[in-house]
């Protein structure tokens, strides 16, 4: 038996381990952007961005409702096995599908298929380790992920690969070796199916489906800018939109931590403690916030140069809302795991819907200031949303 690791514990493994994977992918991104073109960048970022999104549009709500499934002991992962087997061969075929037009039409967006499959099946091999509650565990591999690709993507520079070319591949490599890993040690029947048991791997999502709809749609907001205001402007907002990630990754995974602990308690009063206990962790987020703000016209030019100086708008606009988001992240995972689901996914859809609005009518007169300024609107509503449903369901006392 493994002994289960309190909450508080976890959400600083796997910040830690989240950390160290955001730091060292936003090096590589960093390395890529200075020896590039704002233009020549917009494409590269756009087309892994692209993957990203497929990833998360073949999930579909998938994953979070499984883990809470898993986590509340409602299902076993023998269960599961026959969806998560046939999630993979969708992914697959997509994945095939995309390359195959993308290497007649335009070869830059080979990366989308590529990184479509590598990303949904690092999705799917983690889904025993979260709902195990050993989100340390998923930490580490995520950090040992990112330092595969570092290597991998200076071996293939050193070697003559064009640096877009080089970034995404080297992505792409640290998530096989992740894969292969925890299928050999933790995992070893998922590739042991038959076509008889394959089945929606959907089924039962429902409003989870929804809520991975939103966080999908609002990765468009790269590909709707370089479409609406052009390739320069989708490399200056992609110079620094990454950042974001490493700032909120305390609220993140304060949030996956936290996921399966509420799932498995019958009541919040019973996970309140432990929740308390790690929550001192959100502060990191708004400090990080308001440090971005401050430092974002000085961090710019010196870590990307001149030529993305009018980035630095975009990061103080991104810090803002990260401070939102420390708020937003664990209010609406707490819906989620107490089985208000629907609730939370109507108020993150409405949110990215708004977000998505803003960039496709300012993008043409504001450029890439106009996807940092969606993303704020977009936290400031689920912070709004989230906290009122709460409030009232709390008064209520039925979470």
Not at 76 to 86: F, K, S, V
Not at 309 to 317: D, N, P
Request: charged fraction near 10%.
């Amino acid at each position: 038996m493994i002994k289960e690791r309190t909450l508080n514990f976890q959400t600083v493994a796997l910040a830690l381990g989240s950390g160290a994977a955001q730091v060292l992918v936003a090096v590589l991104y960093i390395f890529t952007a200075r020896g590039m073109r704002p233009d020549e960048y917009g494409f590269v970022v756009t087309a892994i961005v692209l993957g990203f999104i497929g990833a998360g549009f073949i999930d579909f709500g998938s994953t979070p409702y499984w883990i809470r499934e898993l986590a509340s002991g409602r299902v076993t992962l023998e269960q599961l096995r026959p969806g998560m087997a046939t999630k993979f061969i969708i992914a697959c075929a997509v994945a095939v599908l995309v390359t195959l037009l993308a290497a007649f039409k335009d070869p830059n967006f080979i990366a989308t298929g590529i990184l479509l499959l590598s990303s949904t099946t690092v999705i799917i091999v983690l889904v025993p380790l979260r709902a195990a509650r050993r989100a340390h565990a998923v930490g580490v591999l995520m950090a040992l992920d990112r330092t595969v690709a570092v290597i991998a993507y200076f071996a293939l520079v050193s070697f003559g690969v064009e640096l877009g070319q080089a970034l995404w591949i080297s992505i792409a490599v640290g998530d096989l070796l992740l894969v292969i890993y925890v299928i050999k040690s933790e995992f070893p029947q998922f590739f042991r199916f038959s076509f008889r048991e394959l089945h929606n791997p959907w089924s039962g999502a429902k409003w989870y489906s929804l809520n991975a709809f939103g966080v999908s749609a609002s990765l468009l907001d790269l590909p709707l800018l370089s479409l609406l205001a052009g390739a320069s402007a989708a490399g200056i907002y992609g110079g620094v939109n990454r950042w974001a990630q490493p700032m909120i990754l305390a609220a993140t995974s304060f949030a996956s931590a936290a996921a399966p602990f509420l799932a498995a308690q019958s009541d919040l009063r019973g996970a309140r403690s432990q929740v308390l206990r790690a929550s001192w962790m959100l502060a990191i987020v708004i400090a990080l916030g308001v440090g971005a703000i401050l430092a974002a016209p000085r961090l710019v030019i010196f870590v990307l140069g001149d030529a993305y100086a009018s980035s630095a708008s975009v990061l103080q606009w991104l810090g803002g809302a990260t401070i939102l988001n420390a708020i937003a992240q664990p209010l609406l995972v707490a819906l989620m795991s107490r089985q208000f689901d629907r609730l939370a996914s109507i108020i993150f859809t409405a949110a990215v819907g708004t977000q998505l609005s803003i960039v496709a009518v300012l993008a043409t007169t504001l450029g890439a200031v106009s996807a940092a300024i969606g993303i704020f609107v977009s936290q400031s509503l689920q912070v709004l949303g989230s906290a009122v449903c709460i409030a009232v369901i709390s008064r209520r006392r039925r979470i």
